[in-house]
């Protein structure tokens, strides 16, 4: 093959072209790596590589939650069909099948936090219709709406699906809340589907990656209070800190839950209401 040179129209080259030149330039071609140009995308293989990807399959023992908003009802009833319809399909029971009304999307993050907290919720589904108005009412909303739902899930670290459709027209959004079977894939399939049945299979997928996934422990309030009442300062002076009421031991835990102080924070404040250098 003709090396390339940075003035070269690269768009002319195929795939495995386009990556077989870029791994002789960093000497990392090798039999470990094919190319597959009849599937018009490269497939990669590394024998040292670790590789999770969940499966859209029946999940363990526990229930998920599909969170509805009531407004625009007859557009999230169809999606709440759709996801009710795919997870029956991957044989998640009945019983294990939580639904929530809440009055609007807005109310939805609320909801979520709130029902994340049950040990036996295994994922979060929300759904909702966000349909553009004559105002900029619609952006605030859907703003708020995913990155609260994003700091929920990383928050409990489970996984609660942004299902909310954002729509400039009812079209729109009867386009994407009508056929439950449909290709994800938009370049095989350009029908928008059923985003419900596709938020259900998103957390099929999420709880089984969750599985699959090495588990890394976070250390809980009450940890960081003992490692605080038993370390050392950068003086070398071990400074115990024993907590003169429940009040003030509550104060701590809150500070360290929310994220808006650290230990160190937290230790120099208590020290210096007690006076202490």
């Known amino acids: 093959m003709k090396p390339m040179t940075k003035t070269e129209n690269t768009e002319k080259c195929s795939v495995s072209e386009k990556l077989s030149y870029c791994c002789k330039q960093e000497n990392r071609l090798d039999k470990d790596r094919c190319f597959d140009d009849n599937a018009k995308s490269s497939i990669v293989t590394r024998k040292n590589m670790q590789v ?42 009945e019983n294990d099948i939580r639904i929530v009304w809440v009055p609007g999307a807005y109310e939805l993050p609320f909801a979520a936090d709130y029902l994340c907290r049950d040990p036996q919720c295994l994922a979060v589904i929300c759904l909702g219709a966000v349909i553009k108005g004559e105002t900029s009412h619609d952006q605030h909303i859907n703003r708020y709406v995913s990155m609260t739902l994003g700091e929920i899930s990383r928050r ?34 350009p029908a928008p589907g059923n985003k419900g049945a596709e938020a259900a299979e998103a957390a099929l997928e ?15 309030p009450m940890d960081m209070i003992a490692e ?50």
């Open 206 to 220: 999420m709880i089984d990656l969750m599985d699959e996934l090495p588990f890394y422990k976070e250390p809980s």
């Open 52 to 93: 999770f990807e969940g499966r859209i399959c029946p999940p363990p023992e526990g229930n998920i939650t599909i969170i509805v908003s009531r407004f625009n009802k007859t557009i999230t009833q169809r999606l709440l069909d759709g996801a009710a319809v795919k997870l029956r399909q991957h044989g998640v029971h």
């Open 156 to 189: 409990f670290r489970k996984p609660v699906i942004f299902g909310v459709i954002t729509c400039d027209s009812i079209e729109q959004a009867n386009a994407r809340s009508g056929i439950i079977e449909s290709v994800k894939d938009k370049s095989v399939n």
């Open 228 to 277: 605080m009442m038993n370390s050392d300062d950068d003086d070398g002076d071990n400074d115990q800190l024993p907590f003169h009421s429940i009040n003030e031991l509550k104060t701590v835990v809150q500070q360290l839950n929310s994220g808006k102080k650290t230990k160190k924070a937290v230790k120099k404040t208590t020290k210096k209401k007690r006076g202490q250098k």
